[in-house]
């Protein structure tokens, strides 16, 4: 095509809330590859990427025999992890759509996840360019999560905005709030409705705390989102980097939109990647630290016959620990659900035959009936959060520096506080936040 006609072209260019994500890979050894698959409604794509500052323009216009709009450049020049930019321009019900511009490392064609199907479509994606609030619900409570953790989950943009294309969830002290001091953890008062005109949670005191000096407030802020989107059966890919530091709990984690079994665990749970800051937490001869991740589904009909003990497995860093760049995905069809970091499996579990149930031997109303797959056969949203303390931390684990709370403690927080003198020195900077550099969820 001729660069004249291709400037008419883009000339028509619309705004508009639909997005289309390529996927772009190393082919050959140095060729470049990319590829949409079809939609109805398609009827041109241009891709332009950029590598090693040269731009080079790929003009398709008609889908092949696999309904791919797909373009070889067997001439790139490209290596492996090499970062690329592109952008991809769709001319889209007789409308040019264009995209902004986005980042990916090449990896080769065959390291890639096949996809599911040539009909799989991206739900949500987010390459946090900026922070859109409207793609997701902020989480605004003190209530502690489920297991007695010490951060108050605010929307301050210390603890939660995008920067140079990531976006970055760091916990703070409370006291470096400029509402805070040491003298109002311990009586004081932590009205999130007043300081933000919003409390999401209100379970154990949630939007309004008073310390009385036994027990202080939160002393850590930190952030949750989670995404508006939902999907059932996919892949869902996140690349990050988890924080390291002493008692910081990230998470990247997925519940179920509607809680469509009931109240949890009734509907389930899929982790795909939980981890522990510290640089050491042994326990059973096992380092369980920052060297560590962990991904564990959590089902059963209450709190108490929750069989999380038979779909969790962890992976060791091959060196070293995972507190650099990684990719953590999930893998979920009605036949198995596997985790990953980098493409290596973390979990693997296959659905059971004679279902989840009573693979379990729970007794009593089978609240899932004939589903064999359930409760892990509805959508599910995404959900991001970096806690603090609580009862993720076991107190027979060895630690890098001394656990100051214990198990049946009237007031941890106030001991891991008095305690910030052991813990504080492993918080470095922007180490203790967790960086995401893309979401993305795909439909199967």
């Known amino acids: 095509m001729k660069f004249s006609v291709l400037l008419s072209l883009l000339a028509t260019v619309v705004v508009t809330s639909k997005t289309f994500y390529p996927e772009i890979s190393l082919i050959n050894g140095s060729g470049v590859k990319v590829g949409l698959v079809d939609e109805d409604g398609i009827a041109r794509a241009i891709f332009t ?3 090693r500052n040269e731009e080079r323009k790929y003009v398709v216009e008609t889908k092949n025999e696999d309904d791919l709009w797909e373009y070889l450049d067997l001439d790139a020049k490209a290596h492996i992890g090499e970062l690329v930019e592109y952008k991809t321009s769709v001319l889209y019900h007789g409308e040019w759509i264009e995209s902004e511009w986005n980042k990916v490392f090449l990896v080769p064609r ?28 902020v989480e605004v409570s003190a209530w502690g999560g489920g297991n007695g953790e010490f951060q108050v ?3 301050e943009h210390n603890n939660l905005h995008a920067e140079n294309g990531y976006l970055y969830m760091k916990p703070t002290l409370t006291t470096d709030h400029p509402s805070f001091d040491n003298g109002k953890l311990y009586h004081g008062r932590m009205d999130l409705n007043d300081m933000y005109h919003t409390c999401t949670n209100g379970a154990n005191y949630g939007c309004s ?19 508006h989107a939902c999907v059932t059966y996919g892949r869902v890919n996140i690349r990050a980097r988890i924080p390291k530091g002493d008692w910081l709990w990230p998470a990247i984690w997925l519940l179920s939109c509607h809680n469509h079994y009931g109240s949890w665990p009734r509907s389930g749970e899929i982790d795909i990647m939980e981890s522990r800051g510290n640089l050491r937490a042994e326990e059973h001869g096992s380092n369980h630290g920052v060297s560590y991740v962990a991904s564990t589904l959590h089902w059963g009909p209450d709190a108490a016959h929750n069989a999380y003990y038979l779909t969790h497995k962890g992976k060791h860093a091959p060196s070293g620990d995972w507190h650099g760049w990684h990719t953590y995905s999930l893998e979920w069809t009605d036949h198995h659900i596997i985790t990953y970091v ?8 296959t659905t059971p035959s004679q279902g989840f149930w009573n693979w379990a031997h729970f007794q009593g109303h089978n609240i899932w009936g004939n589903n064999h797959n359930a409760p892990f056969d509805h959508s599910f949203h995404l959900i991001l959060n970096v806690a603090v303390g609580g009862g ?44 995401i550099d893309y979401v993305e969820m795909i439909q199967y």
Request: aromatic share 14%; glycine share 4%.
């Open 110 to 137: 065959d390291a890639m996840m096949p996809r599911k199907s040539k009909r799989s479509y991206t739900v949500f994606r987010d390459d946090f360019n900026s922070f859109n609030k409207g793609s997701y619900h």
């Open 392 to 435: 993720f931390f076991s107190d027979s684990a060895q630690y890098n520096t001394p656990k100051p709370w214990h198990k049946g403690s009237s007031h941890p927080m106030r001991d891991f506080w008095e305690h910030r003198g052991d813990w504080l020195p492993t918080w470095h900077g922007d180490d203790v936040a967790m960086l």
């Open 153 to 155: 989950y605010t929307p």
């Open 342 to 349: 980098d493409d290596q499996e973390i979990m693997h579990i």
């Open 49 to 51: 990427i950029h590598i």
């Open 209 to 227: 705390k008073t310390s009385n000096g036994h027990e202080i407030l939160p002393p850590v802020m930190s952030s949750k989102i989670t995404s």
